[in-house]
T-cell receptor
């Protein structure tokens, strides 16, 4: 079991540039979550998908953020244009069916630095 | 919606001592309470969870207790070891499939 896979692991970019983060959930898992972790705000849920459909995007900070899940094995989180305050660790997680008691398994994260 | 408060924010113990981290939640309908451990630079990983139909669950040196009346649950680590040093997060469900995480507790175990 490869677990949740994220790429890149580290990204350094300049303000104004577009950033795309990628995630491959655990095979067979139907729910996928994008989180952002910062010292100030802790672990925040940005958006989650169930069966490739966005269910709740209320945590997406603003229009500069967008997420897609074109198929069951791939999702992207895009920031355009990026700003220094977007610097954070972004985690992707997946669970079996998105039920209330399903365990969420986290990927290794992408550490984003926006200069 | 659900709100989760976690205390303390930092905890320092001597190796071999016990550590207790407490979380309170607001939604009485919540029925699942996981605990995650995050080592420095690593991903959060589930270490134990409890469902609302039981009051306590143990797994070797870690245990979780749940008080539904008071709406709080606690993580207990006994015989702490230096490798227990990490940030611990509690969580509770908010709506279908979503988890709300506490702010985290940084546990330091001194050898």
């Amino acid at each position: 079991d490869a677990g949740v896979i994220q790429s890149p692991r580290h990204e350094v970019t300049e303000m104004g540039q577009e950033v795309t983060l990628r995630c491959k959930p655990i095979s067979g898992h139907n729910s996928l979550f994008w989180y952002r972790q910062t010292m100030m705000r802790g672990l925040e849920l940005l958006i989650y998908f169930n069966n490739n459909v966005p269910i709740d995007d209320s945590g997406m900070p603003e229009d500069r953020f967008s997420a897609k899940m074109p198929n069951a094995s791939f999702s992207t989180l895009k920031i355009q244009p990026s700003e220094p305050r977007d610097s954070a660790v972004y985690f992707c997680a997946s669970s079996l069916s998105g039920g209330d008691t399903d365990t969420q398994y986290f990927g290794p994260g992408t550490r984003l630095t926006v200069l | 919606g659900e709100n989760v408060e976690q205390h303390p924010s930092t905890l320092s113990v001597q190796e071999g001592d016990s550590a207790v981290i407490k979380c309170t939640y607001s939604d009485s309908a919540s029925n699942y309470f996981p605990w995650y451990k995050q080592e420095l630079g690593k991903r959060p990983q589930l270490i134990i969870d409890i469902r609302s139909n039981v009051g306590e669950k143990k797994d070797q040196r870690i245990a979780v207790t749940l008080n539904k009346t008071a709406k709080h649950f606690s993580l207990h680590i006994t015989e702490t070891q230096p490798e227990d040093s990490a940030v611990y997060f509690c969580a509770a469900p908010r709506g279908t499939g979503k988890l709300i995480f506490g702010q985290g507790t940084t546990l330091q175990v001194k050898p």
